[in-house]
Structures are given as C-alpha cells and as structure tokens.
C-alpha cells in the first residue's frame, strides 16, 4: 500500500520553509557590464561611450534612444536620466595586444577565457575586465584604473595632457555608493549649467533693451556732423549769418560755434560794406552820364525841327 520500501522522507521534504535567495553569478554579472551595452544588450563595439554614472553604452544605440519620441517608447532605467548627447561622453580606450577577439571561439572547440579584456589601461596595463576598478575622465574620455590616478598623482591627463579635477573622475560600473555620490555631482553639475544659462539671457535682454533707445536717438557724432555741415558751407554763406547776427544783436541765435565775433569776422564785414560803397557810386555815375546823354539828343532834335 506504500511506504513499504523502507523510505524515510525527511523534514526538508516535508515542511516548507522559507526560499533562499537566488545567487547571481558574479563572473556572468562582470561579462554583462563590462562587455555588454547596458541600453541594447548588445555586444560593446566602438564607438563606445559612458554616461555620468559610469555605465557604458554603444553610442548608436544612445542615438537611437534618443531619436525615439514614440508614445509606444518603453522606459529604459539604465538611460532615463541621458536627455541629450552631451550627457554622454566617448571613451578614448586602448587595445589589449594579448586579446585576439571571437576569432578562436568560433567553432566552439576551444576555451573561451571570460577575464581576457578588449581594452587596458595605457599606464599600468590592467585589462578592463571588471576585476579592477576603471575611471574616465570628463573633459577628455581617456580611461585609466585607478591604480595608476593612485600611484601616480597628478592634475593633467597621463595620456592628452588635459587638466583635470577630482569632479571630472568618474568610476566606470562602480558600486552602489559609487554611483549616488555620482547622482549628487550630475544634479549640482546641472543645476550650474542652467543658472549660467539664466544669467547669460538676462545680460543679453539688458544690452538689447540698452542699444534700443541708443539706435533711435542721434548719438553725439551725429549732433557733430551737422554742426559740420553748417560750418563747411561756402563762404559767402558765413558772411551773410554774420552780419544777420550783428545787426540783430543776437550772436547766438544763426550758431552757437561763433559765441565772441573774431578778426576774420570783422574784416570780412568791413570788406563787404566797402564794395557796396564801390558799387553805388559806379551806379551813380553811370546813371548821371546816361542823362547827360540824352539832354543832348533831345537838344539836337529841337534845333533841327526849328531849322
């Protein structure tokens, strides 16, 4: 009728306790990271680019996502806070001489190392496998460990030359920690940028709103030129606004450039009173001689009708 077997369950077996937590496989999370996009899941091929919590990313697939305004548009966690292409940064990375790629492991007959890494780093010669910890640097996209940022201490990159800050130093697939402390200096690295962005609208509205009334009124080089063009007129022009301004007695009504008469001013007067004078008596002699002249014609006409 069963149980005659001499089988003796156990208490395992028999009473259902509380289910262990599943362990993830470290070496297939390390693979995943380091050589798999975090958007698309793909192999990392170059161009290879990191965001500014450390993840990396193939850089068409950020192109795609981003280009992708569908409604039907999943939400993606591992890219949700990239909201343009400046928000990423290409990496500048070094190839592993001893790695020979997918060539050997094609046919599947041979061993397939998952701790030999595509890329290294130029100082010290880590490969960027995940077993060491790996940075890049903000301004440029050169990626070193940290080893060497440790060993050897210095403000300008190992690799360009760029000067750099400890800001700028972001851990490539960090740990927890690693990645709120990043999530701080992205937020306060934002907010900055669009006070700078405020500030510059508001100095730009001011200078408009100033050249504005500027352009509309005649500025002092304007005001110039026209008291030029008085000035510059012929010189018959000037003798007759100075004598108009003698005779009234207002020397500062035709042109306030002329406030005390000058020398010039004068003898230009007293020559123009003097021809006057020279005109008037060749007048009156010329006057006079054309009535002598016909006195004398009508004297004639006379003389001859009485004859």
């Known amino acids: 009728m069963g149980c005659d077997g001499g ?20 070496v297939a999370e390390l693979v995943a990271r380091w050589f798999y996009c975090a958007l698309s899941q793909e192999k990392l091929r170059r161009p290879i680019v990191a965001c500014e919590l450390g993840r990396l990313y193939n850089k068409d697939a950020v192109i795609e996502y ?9 939400p993606m966690e ?37 701790q030999a890494a595509r890329f290294i780093c130029p100082v010290v010669g880590l490969e960027m496998n995940g077993r060491h910890r790996f940075c890049f640097l903000r301004n440029c996209g050169c990626v070193f460990s ?6 050897i201490k210095a ?12 800001e700028d130093v972001i851990v490539l697939n960090g740990n927890k920690e690693d990645v709120e402390i990043l999530k701080k200096r992205m937020e306060e690295r934002r907010l900055k940028s669009k006070l700078e962005k405020k500030s510059k609208k508001g100095k730009t509205a001011a200078a408009a709103s100033q050249q504005e009334p500027s352009a509309d009124s005649p500025g002092p080089s304007k005001a110039k030129g026209g008291k ?4 510059s007129s012929s010189g018959e022009n000037r003798q007759i606004i100075f004598t108009k301004s003698s005779e009234n007695g207002n020397p500062s009504v035709p042109g306030k450039v002329n406030k005390a008469p000058s020398s010039t001013t004068k003898r230009s007067i007293a020559d123009s009173e003097d021809k006057s004078e020279a005109y008037k008596s060749i007048f009156t002699t010329h006057s006079s001689a054309k009535r002598s002249k016909e006195e004398c014609s009508n004297w004639v006409t006379h003389t001859a009708y009485y004859f």
């Not at 981003?66 to 999943?74: H, I, W």
């Not at 890219?79 to 046919?107: F, R």
């Not at 030029?228 to 000035?231: F, I, L, R």
């Open 7 to 26: 089988t003796i369950p156990k208490r395992h077996e028999l009473v259902k306790g509380p289910r262990k937590a599943e362990k993830v496989d470290k």
């Open 66 to 74: 981003l280009l992708d305004k569908s409604p039907d548009k999943t």
């Open 78 to 114: 591992s890219a949700s806070h990239i909201k343009s292409i400046k928000n990423v940064t290409e990496l500048q990375l070094v190839d592993n001489p001893a790695w020979c790629g997918d060539k050997e492991s094609i046919k599947g007959d041979k061993y397939d190392d998952l």
């Open 146 to 151: 940290e080893r060497a940022l440790k060993e």
């Open 155 to 166: 403000e300008v990159c190992h690799k360009c030359g760029v000067p750099f800050q400890e």
């Open 228 to 231: 030029d063009c008085v000035n």
